[in-house]
């Protein structure tokens, strides 16, 4: 009895120190990991990871990413981000994201949300605000926030995107990403629908990603079809820390 209970002892020490040998090989696995990504990126991503931000392809590998600011096809006509080249966003908006790519897929299973841009540092705001010195203040801020009151952004809680195909093929919206116009407002769509301005198809394509984005909790706003919030500006400022 004695000798039974002897090796149930023994047994019991021999599996606690064989799984608490596990973890900790685990736990250092994990941090060379995270050191090893640390490592591969750039000074801004580098911050953004620091912080918390999350890369939203780890989060979602069927996400689409072509960040626009990464190149030249945006409206400031060059390459803004220089190392940055991932997606970035807050977690739980990251999250979000993912729920509303796999909602798209449920409907369309051979449609991706494809992103333009997310987690946006601060310096790089202001870039693109002094870009369009051409437009009175308030004009401006339709297309860009203000540096002086912070972008969603800039909080990592904001993401521009669309619809594409599996293969990249991006649907069509009735304008490009970032058109400074109104044809680009979804508050306008009806009117520029009756004008014959927007097709029915057009139109449509900018319900599914509105439908499967608020589906999730986020919102858009009435300037920018590919805009979509997370939160608030007021919220991000109390939950998040900016990006800088």
Request: glycine share 4%; hydrophobic share 35%.
């Amino acid at each position: 009895m004695r000798k039974h209970i002897f090796s149930l002892l023994l047994f019991s020490l021999i599996s606690s120190s064989f799984e608490a040998k596990h973890k900790s090989v685990e736990n250092e696995e994990n941090k060379k990991s995270a050191k090893s990504q640390m490592a591969s990126t750039c000074e801004y991503e580098k911050k953004m990871l620091q912080q918390g931000l999350v890369n939203v392809r780890e989060i979602d590998a069927s996400i689409l990413v072509e960040l626009k600011y990464s190149t030249t096809d945006n409206f400031v006509g060059k390459d803004v981000y220089g190392c940055i080249t991932n997606c970035f966003m807050q977690k739980r908006p990251a999250e979000m994201l993912k729920k509303a790519n796999t909602l798209l897929q449920k409907k369309h299973p051979n449609y991706r949300l494809l992103v333009y841009d997310g987690g946006r540092p601060l310096s790089i705001q202001k870039v693109l605000w002094s870009t369009l010195s051409q437009y009175p203040p308030r004009e401006r801020a339709k297309y860009v926030a203000n540096p002086a009151q912070g972008s969603i952004h800039n909080y990592g809680s904001a993401v521009d995107l669309t619809i594409a195909t599996a293969d990249g093929k991006a649907l069509d919206m009735g304008t490009k990403y970032d058109y400074f116009g109104e044809l680009a407002y979804p508050v306008k769509e009806d009117y520029f629908l009756a004008k014959k301005k927007l097709t029915k198809q057009q139109v449509a394509n900018r319900i599914l990603l509105r439908n499967v984005m608020e589906a999730v909790g986020f919102m858009h706003i009435d300037y920018e079809w590919w805009h979509f919030n997370a939160v608030s500006r007021r919220e991000a400022k109390q939950i998040y820390q900016i990006i800088e």
